[in-house]
């Protein structure tokens, strides 16, 4: 694994990402102000990478995945890898599972595509004594599941072979859990219904979108709705540290008759029942993809123009897997060049992107392909914690059941 | 004044023929409520079925685009196949467990049948989830290890839908039994040197014709519709895991999956119902009095 | 039905004392409860004990307390009475399709139509069934267009997100359940008794108040308790359908076991137990119904 190639290639990594890191510390803009948190604003060096293609490159490219030998061998001999939540048109992981099992001759296991993150803990708890195929391997869940499945001991440590590319403030010291990419909350519109799309949250307001504002889940428990919520604050008034006015501002717009309680899907936006949905870019954009390509109406994905916000998940490995192994080759995959151009493929902003890009490693098309999302900001665990805590409790009462 | 004693020309006869006139006129009125009702609810159940019909054939340019994915797709018939497979198994069980039993407490202790109601209604509390979840725990240590072997997890999986059938297939046969006098056709046949089974197997069982088939056909259709014990169990050949897979955010497809699969599982049902059905006039029992 | 606490078994077995009789009659069951104890109590036993348990694993009666703080009690209104809505609504309208049907003139084949089609519907629910109306009655649906072509404009007096709305869309797997469930009550309804009535010279209403609902009481309670559960239990049709507006104790209960967030799961098993109560007192309140109405039959 140690190759020549290899150390330089590290060596250049690192003194990019170097260079990066202090050439993007924080103009004003770039983050919003955070002086409650402990934390230095994380992955405040993403956004100004992720705005657009670095001057000058032709378009980068990529190797395939080259499995270590050894590790190879020793998975081949647990023969299978098993997934959980994993749906194929989120992040494009469909392609991810096929190369894969392509790359190492592999066979995977998925269970339920549709799992929660609390549901994919809950699995590892469950399947504590099994080593059957009900057990999974590893998981993909929301930041804040991360500390607290590591605390339990469902987790156990692993760092794959680019760790150091990884921005510190994205994982686990000890190795536990590790962020895989990210995405920024954005509006997508079905235009054949809306002819003048919104551009920023405020416009949302306005009462020619009565009856046509959703949410792709429930605030209460849903990671994309909780944050949608979250980010609503930062173009109300708010910051990373009060999210108090995204719950307003989703008053404001329930008693406007703008919100629809309605769950969004990309069947429900193809209808018109919720021609405007909040959702992750990269959910948002694949489905535009799909509905293009089954001819349905256009749908155009809005960044909006201020409260730019963007959300990491986390990869973990079972403390308990069946299939170690399999587990860790998956996550070497996954974190090598090309595993983590696929995930961008699904529009999603891999973890390694500045180093990535910096080492010309991501062909021109996706990058003309991504969405500006200059100027996002990350919360912090502890905010990002808090703010859920605040939302999840208080939407109930502040935005309210608005039954007849 | 003398005539025949029965027939048009006798006496009394003329009373007797207005009143079936009567009862015949009175027969017609009823059937246009019946066809009224019948419209009202037809309208309720195809008019949704239309829309999600309209709302699949909204692909371009090939409005059947959706249709044909799914119908070439293997996948979908497995999953159907195998579902269907297990669903058949899930109802012989089932029966094989509710309706000696409900028998049983009609007939001997009909003051637990409160309790024995009340604990056929619990599937109805328990998430799902909770269920699949409790289920690996207990069955993945222990005396009895199911979790880990394709066979094991089968059983899990009957086990856990039986469970879920048993609200609908106790209520279901209940009813049936309540239709037919129990403790004269038990008498009867015991009467005549029959031991309990063959009273179940010979008396019971075919007079519950109608209602042992709506309790298969709401077996069946849990079944084939039930997505999140399959998943968790890691059953990925059952149609529900087909469908999770499929994805929740395609546009179009999935409006012409949940169609395509209610009108295979309908003639599923239509199967069943056919082959259930009785071969000779039912044997008119005096009924609950 | 009366109380049978014996019977001729001449042919079957010796005769024993009454109260070992009885004490062999409770082995009967024993069958269905080894089942119901290795496939549901024993994987729901957790469920109790986690039910008294908090976050950190501590014994603690506290989730019970919060039974009556925030949104629960709403959420038990409002599952109680979507349930008795669907469950009168559903029943009644179920029994006139089925009566329809069965007794009612019908041609034969539209009796198996309707039980097949009632076999596939009594379980068309969740995220299909949502979206089918939503692709109806919803701000852009197809029934809505229709009907505001012909000028009636149902929005926003009518919101199918509703609570309302939901109970419109449940009754589409009520009715099916209902029909198919009353289905054998109604054929053991005898034709002759009807003719016999009419011949002493009952009017309908006569023959339906002192001969068919009697006879049908039990079984239409019966299904009725089933409609009450199957519409308590209901989850994922109203998820799907409303989103985070509408609390109901189902719903309530997996936001706090799933979802993205962290919550109490301790606080969602002390209302499944809740649920437990509610089922149990549905069935006690049926008991006494079942037995007034046997009275009924015998007066």
Same mark, same amino acid.
């Given at each position: ?404 | ?28 009125? =009823?059937? #246009?409520?019946?066809?009224?009702? !019948?419209? /009202? +609810?037809?309208? @309720?159940?195809? &008019?949704?079925? $239309?829309? %999600? ?14 249709? =044909?994915? #799914?119908?070439?797709?293997?996948? !979908?018939? /497995? +999953?159907?196949? @195998?579902?269907? &497979?297990?669903? $058949?198994? %899930? ?14 407490? =009609? ?8 309790? /024995? ?8 509390? $328990? ?163 | ?129 949502a979206l089918a109306f939503i692709f109806t009655l919803g701000q852009a649906g197809f029934a809505t267009a229709l009907l505001k072509d012909v000028g009636i404009e149902i929005y926003p007096g009518f919101r199918l997100t509703s609570k309302t709305g939901l109970e419109l869309v449940y ?129």
């Open positions: 694994m140690f190759t020549t190639r290899t150390l330089t290639r590290w060596a250049g990594l690192l003194a990019a990402s170097a260079i990066l890191f202090a050439a993007c510390s924080t103009p004003a803009g770039t983050t919003a102000p955070s002086a409650g948190s402990a934390a230095p604003p994380p992955g405040s060096a993403a956004p100004s990478a992720a705005s657009g293609a670095p001057s000058g490159a032709a378009g980068g490219t990529y190797e395939e995945f080259a499995p270590d030998q050894a590790l190879l061998d020793a998975a081949k001999t647990e023969g299978t890898l098993t997934t959980i939540a994993l749906p194929h048109d989120w992040c494009n992981y469909g392609e991810s599972i096929s190369v894969f099992k392509e790359r190492t001759g592999l066979s995977i296991n998925e269970l339920d595509p549709n799992a929660g993150s609390g549901d994919e803990i809950e699995a590892i708890r469950a399947n504590k004594d099994n080593p059957g195929p009900t057990a999974p391997d590893v998981v993909d869940v929301g930041l804040s599941f991360g500390p607290a499945a590591k605390e339990e001991g469902l987790l156990q440590a692993y760092k794959v072979a680019t760790w150091d590319t990884i921005p510190e403030s994205a994982k686990e010291a000890d190795g536990f859990w590790w962020g895989d990419y990210y995405g920024v909350l954005s509006f997508e519109v079905n235009t054949a219904v809306v002819s003048n799309v919104p551009q920023d949250w405020a416009d949302l307001l306005k009462p020619e979108y009565k009856g046509q504002v959703a949410l792709a889940g429930d605030p209460r428990t849903s990671n994309q709705a909780i944050q949608a919520v979250y980010a609503s604050s930062l173009a109300n008034g708010g910051s990373l540290d009060d999210a108090q006015p995204g719950l307003d501002f989703f008053k404001q717009l329930n008693d406007a008759g703008n919100l629809v309680p309605i769950i969004a899907t990309a069947a429900t936006v193809a209808a018109g029942e919720t021609p405007i949905t909040i959702r992750w870019t990269y959910n948002a954009l694949s489905n535009r993809d799909t509905t293009a390509a089954s001819g349905g109406p256009t749908i155009e994905v809005v960044v909006p123009a201020s409260g730019r916000f963007a959300g990491v998940y986390v990869q973990g490995i079972s403390a308990f897997a069946p299939h170690p192994n399999a587990a860790k080759l998956w996550q070497e995959f996954l974190y090598s060049d090309e595993g983590q151009n696929t995930w961008l493929k699904g529009y999603c902003h891999p973890i390694r992107y500045e180093s990535l890009v910096a080492e010309n490693k991501v062909p021109q098309e996706q990058l003309d392909k991504l969405p500006d999302v200059e100027g996002a900001v990350f919360p912090s665990l502890d905010q990002l914690n808090a703010a859920t805590k605040l939302i999840t409790e208080q939407w109930d009462s502040v935005v309210g059941a608005n039954i007849q | 004044m003398t005539g025949p004693a029965i027939g048009p020309r006798a006496p009394g006869a003329l009373e007797t023929i207005a009143a079936s006139a009567r009862v015949g006129r009175r027969r017609r009125p =009823r059937a #246009v409520w019946s066809w009224l009702i !019948f419209l /009202v +609810g037809a309208l @309720y159940f195809l &008019v949704p079925l $239309v829309a %999600t019909f309209l709302h699949s054939i909204r692909t371009r340019p090939d409005i059947f685009l959706a249709y =044909r994915q #799914v119908l070439a797709d293997p996948d !979908f018939f /497995v +999953g159907l196949g @195998y579902s269907f &497979v297990v669903g $058949v198994i %899930t109802i012989v069980v089932s029966l094989l467990i509710i309706v000696p039993t409900a028998y049983w407490v =009609r007939l001997k202790i009909p003051r637990l049948r409160p309790l /024995v109601e009340f604990v056929t209604l619990m599937p109805f509390v $328990v998430p799902p989830v909770v269920l699949v979840f409790g289920l690996i725990r207990i069955y993945s240590g222990g005396p009895l290890i199911l979790a880990s072997s394709d066979l094991g997890l089968n059983t899990m999986l009957v086990g856990a839908y039986v469970i879920l059938s048993f609200p609908y297939m106790y209520r279901a046969v209940d009813t049936g039994l309540a239709a037919i006098d129990v403790r004269m056709l038990t008498e009867a046949a015991q009467s005549l040197g029959s031991g309990w089974a063959r009273i179940l197997w010979r008396v019971i069982f075919p007079n519950l014709r109608t209602a042992l088939l709506s309790g298969a056909f709401l077996t069946l259709a849990i079944v084939i519709g039930e997505y999140t014990i399959a998943n968790f169990l890691a059953r990925n050949q059952a149609f529900g895991p087909y469908l999770s897979l499929l994805g929740r955010n395609q546009p179009f497809t999935p409006a012409a999956v949940s169609l395509i699969s209610f009108a295979l599982t309908w003639m599923a049902m239509g199967i069943i119902a056919f082959l259930g059905r009785s071969s000779r006039q039912r044997v008119q029992v005096a009924g609950a009095r | 039905m009366e109380n049978v606490t014996s019977i001729d078994e001449r042919g079957a077995r010796p005769v024993r004392p009454v109260r070992l009789r009885l004490g062999w009659s409770w082995l009967g069951v024993v069958p269905f409860l080894l089942f119901c104890t290795a496939f549901m109590f024993l994987p729901t036993a957790f469920l109790v004990i986690g039910s008294v348990l908090d976050s950190d694993g501590i014994v603690t009666l506290q989730n019970y307390a919060d039974l009556s703080t925030g949104i629960i009690p709403n959420a038990f209104a409002n599952s109680i009475e979507i349930s008795i809505v669907t469950a009168v609504g559903g029943g009644v309208f179920g029994f006139l399709l089925a009566y329809a049907v069965i007794l009612g003139g019908l041609p034969r084949f539209l009796r198996t139509a309707l039980m097949t089609f009632s076999g596939v519907a009594s379980n068309f629910a969740g995220v299909p069934l009754m589409y797997f009520q009715f099916p359940l209902m029909v198919l469930i009353i289905a054998p009550a109604l054929e053991g309804l005898r034709r002759e008794w009807r003719e016999a009535a009419e011949n002493m010279g009952a009017t309908p209403r006569q023959y339906w108040r002192y001969v068919a609902l009697p006879v049908l009481a039990p079984s239409i309670l019966g299904a009725m308790i089933l409609l009450f559960g199957n519409s308590f239990g209901a989850q994922a049709t109203a998820f799907q359908l409303t989103g985070g507006t509408l609390n109901i104790v189902t719903l309530v209960i997996s936001s706090q076991i799933r979802g993205d967030v962290l919550h109490n799961p301790g606080l969602g098993y002390a209302m499944a137990m809740g649920m437990v109560v509610i089922m149990a007192i549905s069935i006690g309140l049926y008991s006494i119904l079942q037995r007034r109405s046997e009275r009924w039959l015998r007066s």
